[in-house]
């Protein structure tokens, strides 16, 4: 069995407020008697994508268990190299697959620079490819990455989903191994399916977007809900299941 913790959309800006939300979900976690195998961070780490908001994010996504990430649309790449992953400072997509168990996990990039919208680059569908390719025959396969590729009918993240040309659709649906895909952005939790396997949105640990039905015209955004996060369960029927956590 297999457990992942998935929080998103922390959205670390220099001030106070997100930083402490995101102490409280990371110090539940990290509290837990049995903790989860990962934890993955689906995006929207900083909020400009500033060298001291990434510091932040670094102070406080501590834990024994790995933390997997990838970028979101207020991501910077390359800030984002340098202060998250000791790397050198480079553009191009962050693309990161890990082992938990028997799985495999990519942590793929949809973000597109300067836009809000997403896509993967044609050399991110082949690293995911690559990675599907390279899994083991019993491996069940997990992708994260950060805009979900469906409407989800929320007013103010429908107009900037993840624009497949249908080769990510093609590739989900061309090997039963890929079994889960974790996403954020919509701030909001949600669960529905592409390419016939499911795809788990996680909340907004920052805020909570209002859907259609709140009101196209004036979306609601909400500061007021305290911060939460998904937890997947993987068991050993194959089966995912998701349990959605308000951290008081
Ligand atoms: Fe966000
Ligand atoms: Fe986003």
Redesign the pocket.
């Known amino acids: 069995m297999i457990v992942l913790a998935h929080l998103s959309?922390p959205h670390f800006d220099g001030e106070a407020r997100n930083a402490e939300r995101v102490d409280r979900v990371m110090s539940y976690i990290n509290g837990l008697p049995n903790p989860p195998d990962a934890i993955l961070v689906t995006?929207?780490i900083a909020d400009s994508g500033s060298a001291a908001e990434y510091a932040q994010a670094r102070a406080s996504l501590v834990s024994d268990i790995p933390i997997l990430m990838c970028p979101?649309?207020?991501d910077d790449r390359s800030a984002f190299r340098t202060e998250m992953l000791d790397q050198a400072p480079d553009a191009t997509p962050i693309n990161r697959a890990h082992t938990v168990g028997n799985a495999v996990i990519a942590m793929a990039d949809s973000s597109v620079p300067g836009e809000?919208g997403g896509a993967f680059t044609p050399d991110t569908v082949e690293w995911l490819r690559s990675v599907v390719a390279g899994a083991a025959p019993d491996a069940p396969i997990f992708i994260g990455f950060?805009?979900p590729p469906v409407q989800l009918f929320s007013p103010i993240?429908d107009s900037?989903q993840l624009h497949d040309d249908g080769s990510f659709r093609e590739l989900i649906e061309s090997d039963r191994r890929i079994v889960g895909l974790f996403c954020?952005?919509a701030h909001t939790s949600a669960s529905t399916t592409y390419g016939g396997v499911p795809l788990l949105v996680a909340p907004s640990v920052s805020s909570v977007l209002g859907p259609d039905w709140e009101g196209r015209e004036q979306p609601v955004v909400d500061y007021s809900i305290p911060p939460s996060l998904a937890f997947h369960v993987f068991d050993n029927t194959h089966r995912l299941t998701t349990h959605y956590r308000v951290v008081g």
């Open positions: 959309d995006g929207d979101g649309n207020h809000p950060h805009h993240v900037m954020g952005h």
